[in-house]
Structure formats: C-alpha cells, structure tokens
T-cell receptor, first 114, second 115 residues
Framework: GENVEQHPSTLSVQEGDSAVIKCTYS??????FPWYKQELGKGPQLIID?????GEKKDQRIAVTLNKTAKHFSLHITETQPEDSAVYFC?????????????FGKGTMLLVSP | DTGVSQDPRHKITKRGQNVTFRCDPI?????LYWYRQTLGQGPEFLTY????????KSRLLSDRFSAERPKGSFSTLEIQRTEQGDSAMYLC?????????????FGPGTRLTVL
C-alpha cells in the first residue's frame, strides 16, 4: 500500500518568514496530493491540493510543488502569520481507482512566533 | 451549520464497555469515511461508505468495530468491549462524487478515552 513520509515533525519560524514542509510517497500510481491544516480541537481542513499532471499550484501565500519522478511534494507558506500556527498534514491518493483511501503523513506542527 | 457534525465530541468509558459514535455528513454527500487519529499521527483510514453500502474496510477495523449507514445519510461507529488501545480521536469525513477531486470534508471528531 501507499506510504507517506513527512518532514519536519515540528517547525518554528518568525512571523513573516517562509515555511516549507516536505513529503514523499511510495506508490507511483498516486495522482492526487492534498494538504490539510488541523487546528486544536478541530478536524483537518483542506488548504490546497495538486494533481499529478501539474507541477506547481499557488493560492495567495500558499503553494505546493510536485516532483513525480522523485515522488515528493512540498508545501510552501510565505509571509507566515501567527494564525498559520497549526498541524499540517500531507496526503496521497489514487483518484478514480474505485478506492477512496487517503494516506496521510504524520504531520508537521508549525509554530509562528510574533 | 452545513458542515460535518459528530456526536459526542468527547467520550470517557471504562475498558470492556461498548461505545457508539454518530456522524452526520454534509447534506447530499453520498460518500462517508471514518478515520482514527492517535496523538502525533495523521488520520488512519478505517472504512468508507458510498450511500448505504460499505465498500472498504481497513485492517485496522477489527471485529470489535462495526459501522453502519442504514439510510445513506448519517453513520454510526460502534466499538464493542473497548480496550485502552482504542483511545483516539475518531474522525468522520464526507465527500460528493460530483465535487472536483473528491475533496473530503472532515468533522471535528469524537475523542475517546478508555480507562
């Protein structure tokens, strides 16, 4: 089955700095890679996603890049703000396969200090 | 509120007791998922329903666990003879076949503590 590794497990930055979280996946057939943000006491919330036919996607201060050959993808947050502090999860999935399992990484706790 | 709701939010039980959790998906979402999340880990898939049919079950779903979605709307997850290792956050998510990329919307979770 799919295996997703995520690094780092914790990341501390100063407000205004950039943050980068990296993930690798094992199943070359996976074609959908969402990123979720989970705040304390809440369920994960989708913040951005990318499909395997695209190398990069950007939404305001958040961007995701995908390297299919190396089987890794990254989340980039620019101009970080204290409200970005949360746990971030990457995931991998094979769309339209008849299966619906999202395989998640173990998460990165991002702390943005004012 | 039109998001995914879960009840209860917290449950404390003694080892050996049975517990049941409820999930109400976003209205008209035909797909519903259960995940388990332990401290410091990402959510782990348990089972998946499309309408009322349970189509996938993880190896994590032992025979003490049972999930139902009788009318294709809300779902229940029951754990029989709870063990301390069952302590975790149980997350429910729903999605629509018609939504781009089958985005899964998560509820707030039910935190189970088995004493």
């Amino acid at each position: 089955g799919e295996n997703v590794e995520q690094h780092p497990s914790t990341l501390s930055v100063q407000e205004g700095d950039s943050a980068v979280i990296k993930c690798t996946y094992s199943d070359s057939a996976s074609n959908y890679f969402p990123w979720y943000k989970q705040e304390l006491g809440k369920g994960p919330q989708l913040i951005i996603d990318i499909r395997s036919n695209v190398g990069e996607k950007k939404d305001q201060r958040i961007a995701v890049t995908l390297n299919k050959t190396a089987k890794h993808f990254s989340l980039h947050i620019t101009e970080t703000q204290p409200e970005d502090s949360a746990v971030y999860f990457c995931a991998a999935h094979l769309l339209n396969s008849g299966y619906s399992t999202l395989t998640f990484g173990k998460g990165t706790m991002l702390l943005v200090s004012p | 509120d039109t998001g995914v709701s879960q009840d209860p939010r917290h449950k404390i039980t003694k080892r050996g007791q049975n517990v049941t959790f409820r999930c109400d998906p976003i209205s008209e979402h035909n797909r519903l998922y259960w995940y388990r999340q332990t401290l410091g880990q990402g959510p782990e898939f348990l089972t998946y329903f499309q309408n009322e049919a349970q189509l996938e079950k993880s190896r994590l779903l032992s025979d003490r666990f049972s999930a139902e979605r009788p009318k294709g709307s809300f779902s229940t997850l029951e754990i029989q003879r709870t063990e301390q290792g069952d302590s975790a956050m149980y997350l429910c998510a729903s999605s629509s076949r018609d939504y781009p990329d089958n985005e899964q919307f998560f509820g707030p979770g039910t935190r189970l503590t088995v004493l």
